[in-house]
């Protein structure tokens, strides 16, 4: 079928970005949420201390969770399976 993407193909297809404007913090809260339980299991705390008035910022949400993400799993895997990450907003 023209057009009809089945597969590797259909995953490997580019998302639509959709920029909007958002609350970083809430983006950091809802990533961490997501990794919290990974790092128990390498015996990792997260801890948070976000800043209270961070502004707004036009970007596309899922691609910001996935650079938080990342990060936070990159740091989690260099760790050597205990201590504490601190995220910080400046």
Known sequence: ???HREGPAR???PVE???????LNKVIEDTLF???KQALFFNIKLVQNLAPELPR?????SQCQQVFMNILMNAVQAMDERG???HRDA
């Open 1 to 3: 079928m023209p057009g």
């Open 34 to 36: 997501l990794v919290t």
């Open 84 to 86: 504490t990450i601190n």
């Open 17 to 23: 970005e959709q920029y909007q404007l958002l609350d």
């Open 11 to 13: 995953i490997l297809a």
């Open 57 to 61: 910022v036009l970007a596309d949400g």
